[in-house]
């Protein structure tokens, strides 16, 4: 069973950048789809994006051009680069992972991810 540990969040102004990291607790952690979520207060959990184990990536419209995954299967690690921050982006961010079938796509969907990080929160100040 493989666990997530997120880190690299914080405060930061409209305009600026962050790291968020993904870190997995098994050697195979590269084996799992990891997906980026991101749920608002008020709001919904919302896809924003993910890699397969074959590094094939996918994103949400709504970061496209400004968020980018990176993967680095050696650190069992999986990054979220996150440029051009708008107030709208401020969340709690959370990693999660799909074994399996699903480890070569991304599910967009929550319930197709059975293990899941305690999450980071990001706020974009205006």
């Known amino acids: 069973q493989v666990q997530l540990a997120e880190s690299g969040g914080g405060l930061v102004q409209t305009g600026g950048s962050l790291r968020l990291s993904c870190a997995g607790s098994?050697?195979?952690?590269?084996?799992?789809?990891v997906a980026w979520f991101r749920q608002a207060p008020g709001k919904e959990r919302e896809f924003v994006g993910g890699?397969?184990?074959?590094?094939?990536?996918h994103y949400a419209d709504a970061v496209k051009g400004r968020f980018t995954i990176v993967r680095d299967i050696p650190k069992n690690t999986v990054y979220l680069q996150m440029n051009n921050l708008k107030p709208e982006d401020t969340a709690l961010y959370s990693c999660?992972?799909?074994?399996?079938?699903?480890?070569?796509?991304?599910?967009?969907?929550?319930?197709?991810?059975?293990?899941w990080g305690q999450g980071t929160q990001v706020t974009v100040s205006s």
């Open positions: 999660a992972a799909a074994g399996g079938q699903r480890a070569a796509t991304v599910p967009t969907t929550e319930q197709a991810y059975a293990y």
């Open positions: 098994e050697r195979t952690f590269g084996s799992y789809a």
């Open positions: 890699v397969t184990a074959s590094l094939w990536k």
